[in-house]
């Protein structure tokens, strides 16, 4: 693609996301279309956006049409609509809505069957970040499709990244980093919450963020390694010694009355590791007890 070419762009979905996505390919110079189920938030997308009623009309003669809606079933009720596959064909559709890669196989199969170019993609940002350099996106499918647009998705995040011919990779990426996000964040507020109930001043845990997140890589990195090489001893910690701190977060947070589930739950994850033979590996053993048979 020449540098700084305009490309007609559909955005469809304006809620928080889909507007930011919308504004920042306006803001690259493309001619960006806008449609939403509820009119008025695309006509207040603005930035120089075109917003229509009519979605057909919306769709039509783009060279990328983003989706951008709460799921996968809103995204096939769209495009069930009446129109919406014949004007789709031979354009490229990135799907940036949330799903899993079951979701993402599904897309693929609906475009195949319309004669539409398709990428399943996963953003890593809120709103506010997106065409900042905290903004991430992933993206599976062909890899030719993704070249072929680079340039123009860049203006959503420069750091585009081509994850894997499967289509169902940008999301199973996504999911993993949501985990670890969503799962360290629990773990994190049931720590402030055992600090406060306890009469420490949760500012004095946040205070050593750093420390925490220090841990964490480093039990990644050493994660990596072991399973890369399924071997999962060493001389740093064995597990039976990490499940008896586990037991002393129990204690604690039933002493002070405060919800004890998510450390129970961590305990008997690491308990079944110890159940299994493991008592005496590093912590990462605990992953042969997460993996299929
Ligand atoms: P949102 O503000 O709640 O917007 C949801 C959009 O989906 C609205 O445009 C809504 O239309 C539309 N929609 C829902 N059901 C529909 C249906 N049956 N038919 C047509 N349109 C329908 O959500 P958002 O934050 O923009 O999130 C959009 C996607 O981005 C989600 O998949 C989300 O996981 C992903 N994402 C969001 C963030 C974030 O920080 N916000 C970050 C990463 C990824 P109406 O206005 O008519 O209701």
């Known amino acids: 693609m020449a540098p700084g ?21 306006a803001v690259a110079g493309h001619d960006v279309a806008v449609w939403n189920r509820t009119p008025g938030k695309a006509r207040a997308v603005g930035g120089g956006t075109v917003d229509f009623e009519n979605l057909v009309e919306a769709v039509s003669g783009r060279e990328l049409v983003v989706l951008s809606l709460s799921t996968y079933t809103a995204c096939f009720e769209v495009l069930a609509a009446k129109g919406v596959a014949s004007a789709l064909a031979g354009t490229t559709l990135v799907q940036l809505t ?3 890669p079951a979701d993402a196989r599904s897309g693929l199969e609906w475009a195949r069957a319309h004669g539409v170019d398709y990428l399943d993609a996963a953003i890593l940002a809120f709103p506010g970040f997106v065409a900042t350099d905290y903004a991430t996106v992933f993206y599976a499918g062909s890899r030719a499709v993704f070249d072929r647009h680079l340039e123009t998705l860049q203006a959503l995040a420069k750091n585009s990244v081509y994850v894997d011919e499967k289509i169902g990779s940008a999301a199973t990426l996504d999911c993993a980093i949501l985990e670890a996000y969503y799962g360290s964040s629990l773990a994190f507020l049931h720590a402030a919450a055992m600090c406060k109930a306890e009469g420490l001043d949760p500012k004095a845990f946040f205070a050593q963020k750093s420390s925490f997140l220090g841990l964490i890589s480093v039990t990644a990195d050493a994660a990596q390694g072991m399973i890369g090489t399924n071997d999962f001893s060493g ?26 589930r998510f450390p129970t739950e961590l305990l008997d994850n690491y308990k079944r590791a110890i159940s299994v033979g493991l008592g005496d590996k590093e912590l990462p053993a605990v992953f042969q007890t997460l993996t299929r048979e």
């Open 5 to 25: 070419r305009s490309v007609k762009i559909a955005v469809v979905g304006c809620g928080l996301m889909g507007s930011a996505l919308a504004r920042a390919f």
């Open 98 to 100: 949330s799903g899993s």
């Open 235 to 260: 001389d740093q910690c064995s597990l039976n010694t990490h499940v008896a701190a586990i037991e002393h977060i129990v204690r604690l947070s039933k002493d002070a009355r405060i919800s004890a």
